[in-house]
């Protein structure tokens, strides 16, 4: 029987360096082997490093509906296995359903990888930035400040 206690101590064991392009595919396979699940089970959180990590390197993640998980680690059942926050039951049994089933375990962790790869890398990160300063440097308002500032 999975209990609240043991249910909040499956973690990661150590976190994985995220790397896109593996230079020794067939270490990554065997590591990525070795880890069945992460499970990040936070109420409350912000971007999550640890789901990032797990996701990165593979590792199928279950992670709760609290904070900015949801946006960060996708949908349930595509790049994670989602359960509600604080509700152990549903947490045990969404680790009973991704333990239960090892080809829809690999899709999630394959999926999650991709996802952070594509959302969620430094450069993709810095991309997003600049992106969101040209929009609000764009915005009528701000031009004119600017003008009247002598800037542009």
Known sequence: ???????FRIAL???RECRANCQ????????????LLAVVPRR????????IE??????????TDGGALPEVTGTDGETVFRC???????????????????ELRAAVGD?????????????RCAELTVEQYREVLAMPQNIAK?????RI
């Open 13 to 15: 064991d150590q976190p």
């Open 146 to 150: 600017l003008r009247r500032n002598g």
């Open 24 to 35: 020794d595919a067939r270490r990554e396979e065997r590591a990525k082997q070795e880890r």
């Open 44 to 51: 409350y959180e912000g971007f999550s490093l640890r789901a």
């Open 111 to 123: 999926a999650g990888r991709r996802r952070v790869i594509e959302r969620w890398t430094w450069q």
């Open 84 to 102: 509600r926050k604080g509700d152990v039951g549903d947490l045990a049994a969404t680790i009973r359903r991704a333990l239960a089933n090892p």
């Open 54 to 63: 797990a996701m990165c390197s593979g590792t199928p993640l279950v992670a």
């Open 1 to 7: 029987m999975l209990t609240h206690r043991y249910a």
